[in-house]
């Protein structure tokens, strides 16, 4: 997306200090803590400070008219309309507020410039590779924030559930090892303050929704490391959560109205039942447990039934786009909220950022359930819309099916039964049917709440030949099938966790990534830090990768693919190609231990066709994983054992 940088920069100059000031004010709150001009969104400031109830609100220009004044069950808040004219001026207003008791009290608020093509951004896609990381694990840039006076947790890198103290910085300091590997988009995990007294380092359990946690950075600094990662091309997703906050969250011993939460007699936890906003037998009771029951005891569950608490968490989501100039949004716990509720949500973004992208996390094992959560943009400019007559508005979902499939399939090596061995992969892909785009699924090995491939893919024990051989096929197929595919942090030196942690929970496959803090004995991010076996998977990552860039087929390109069978009942061979052939992939997973042979005429249907195309029936490939000269020829194609050709005729 091209800026202006002059805009840009006026407008982070303008809104740094008045951002600050709108949320440090003495005893009283507001958010958001700054706006725009020229927003879609309505805007509804919460105040918070005690005895608002009664208040009026007016304010010092004729551009911004308070529409209406809002009061909660809570005495302490106000939610004010506010209308802001197209013409207004950017800068900083003055609002007064006007107590019951006769007393007033004055707060700055920020209205800024709106950067350059905002509205018309566009949101990651097949295009991408996205790398998911976990702040606290992947590099610690400044060790005076390990801790913070603000923060109830402290730095303790001993503990594996603990803060280890990695940080934004650190994510900056490491941008240019992530250009290097091909990435082209960075999703952390949440990144906004999370006040736990223990366990905080995950982020899930936000306390405050406008603030970096310090112990990551600062707001400046997260919007100074998104530029920086656009200034290498990286895109940036930020991890929001709408179904819960925080039992630290600022306003959980003082909600607005009782309904701001779900709230039951006793500690209620989530029956985890998504099935049932698709099941079209489900008893209502289900659902009401799965949506309204708390995802964990830290997690008061939201209720976005609450028209305020609905628009503050659309504001929010805004807010940050805008403020932090993101790329995506990745979406915990989707279908934990009510469908109705969470779909106005992911309107109410996109009618602000009508080409963003957002991803949920709705977490199924099979195809069809996940499918029901793909809203996106047809073809007529609608949304896609179930037969239920349900749309979630949703861009992209993740392919949980395909990252069941993968797992199984690539330790099944020998001895197959029918759909065993990579035939698992090949029927996953064939379920595509049921998605409106089955080109925008977010595609991936692993993420943060699995263990490791080192460790699926292998033993508790150090990864082994073996491990690397399945790991590099699997790394093959995600970097080549269709969909997005997201990378976890470290897969690409084949991370594994010590083996002393077995058993001992998610900190696991959630390890510091070694280098990332001053005095690590081993530096995997060089080439020099990496044993053997870690350069070699890191060298084949950042092949396809690199090459992934440069291919319309892979990126743009339809999808065909031959069922494993026969001789090659562990082997899978499918094409990536544009319409006119121009670019043609043929990529050839061998998932067995055996070498294989493959007829060049079995796959006449691709080469015919391109034939015709491009007017030749000559067809010479380089391999870009070993960089050979491949040719069609009647004679067979030999494919050794466990490996895998990427074919770009
Ligand atoms: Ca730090
Ligand atoms: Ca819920």
Not at 5 to 15: E, R
Request: charged share 20%.
């Amino acid at each position: 997306m091209k800026k202006n940088l002059l805009t840009t920069i006026l407008a982070a100059v303008g809104l740094s200090s008045l951002a600050s000031a709108a949320t440090t004010q003495e005893g009283l709150r507001v958010e958001p803590p700054c706006w725009w001009t020229g927003m879609e969104t309505p805007l509804t400031l919460m105040l918070h400070a005690p005895g608002l109830s009664g208040a009026g609100v007016s304010v010092d220009s004729d551009g911004i008219t308070v529409k209406a004044v809002h009061y909660a069950e809570s005495p302490n808040y106000l939610f004010v309309d506010l209308e802001i004219a197209d013409n207004l001026t950017p800068g900083e207003y003055t609002f007064t507020i006007n107590y019951p008791d006769g007393k007033t009290e004055t707060f700055a608020y920020s209205i800024g410039e709106r950067r350059e093509g905002s509205r018309e951004r566009v949101g990651f896609g097949p295009s991408d590779v996205v790398y998911l990381l976990m702040p606290d694990r992947f590099a610690n840039g400044d060790k005076k924030n390990d801790s913070s006076p603000l923060t109830a947790e402290k730095g303790n890198r001993k503990l594996p559930g603990g803060r280890h103290g990695g940080d934004l910085q650190g994510i900056m300091d490491h941008l240019d090892y992530l250009a290097d590997l091909g990435i082209t988009a960075i999703w952390p995990t949440p990144i906004t303050l999370d006040n736990e007294p223990t366990y905080s380092y995950h982020g899930y359990a936000c306390a405050d929704y406008y603030q970096i946690d310090p112990r990551y950075g600062s707001n400046e600094l997260y919007r100074s490391l998104v530029a920086a990662a656009h200034e290498k091309g990286i895109k940036f997703i930020q991890d929001i959560v709408p179904n819960h906050s925080g039992t630290a969250h600022w306003w959980y011993n003082d909600l607005p109205f009782q309904d701001w939460i779900h709230q039951h007699p006793t500690f209620t936890r989530s029956n985890y039942a998504m099935s049932g906003h698709s099941d079209p037998h489900a008893a209502q009771t289900d659902l009401d447990a799965c949506v309204t029951g708390w995802f964990d005891t830290s997690m008061p569950d939201m209720n976005l039934s609450n028209p305020y608490c609905l628009q503050y968490y659309i504001q929010l989501a805004v807010w940050w786009i805008e403020y932090a100039d993101l790329d995506g949004i990745r979406v915990d716990t989707y279908p934990y909220t009510r469908k109705e509720d969470i779909s106005a949500w992911t309107a109410g973004i996109l009618k602000e950022f009508p080409n963003f992208t957002l991803v949920g996390e709705c977490w199924f094992h099979n195809t069809q359930q996940i499918a029901y959560w793909e809203g996106c943009r047809t073809a007529d400019g609608g949304f896609k819309t179930n037969a239920d007559g349900y749309t979630s508005h949703l861009p992209m979902v993740m392919d949980f099916a395909l990252t069941d499939a993968l797992t199984e399939a690539f330790v099944q090596n020998d001895n197959l039964g029918y759909d065993d061995g990579i035939k698992r992969v090949y029927n996953s892909v064939s379920l595509d049917f049921a998605y409106y785009n089955p080109y925008n699924l977010l595609t991936f090995i692993t993420n943060h709440d699995m263990e490791r491939p080192a460790i699926r893919f292998g033993t508790y024990k150090d990864p082994d030949e073996t491990v690397l051989a399945r790991m590099k096929n699997a790394t093959t197929l995600l970097l080549t099938m269709r969909g997005v595919p997201q990378w976890y942090y470290g897969d690409e030196i084949l991370m594994h966790g010590p083996e002393e942690m077995v058993g001992k929970g998610d900190a696991w496959w959630r390890t510091d990534f070694p280098g990332g803090w001053p005095g690590d004995k081993v530096n995997a991010f060089t080439s020099a830090g990496r044993t053997a076996l870690q350069n070699e998977m890191f060298d084949h990552t950042r092949t396809l990768m690199q090459w992934r860039k440069t291919s319309p087929a892979v990126t743009a390109g339809k999808l065909k693919h031959f069922m494993p069978f026969g001789d090659l009942v562990n082997t899978y061979v499918y094409f990536r190609y544009t319409p006119d052939f121009k670019d043609l992939v043929m990529v050839v997973i061998n998932n067995g231990v055996e070498p294989v042979s493959l007829d060049w005429a079995h796959y006449a249907e691709i080469f015919d066709a391109a034939a015709a195309a491009l007017g030749t029936d000559s067809f010479t490939a380089t391999d870009i994983l070993s960089g050979a000269t491949v040719s069609r020829s009647t004679e067979p194609l030999a494919v050794p054992g466990m490996t895998s050709l990427v074919l770009q005729f």
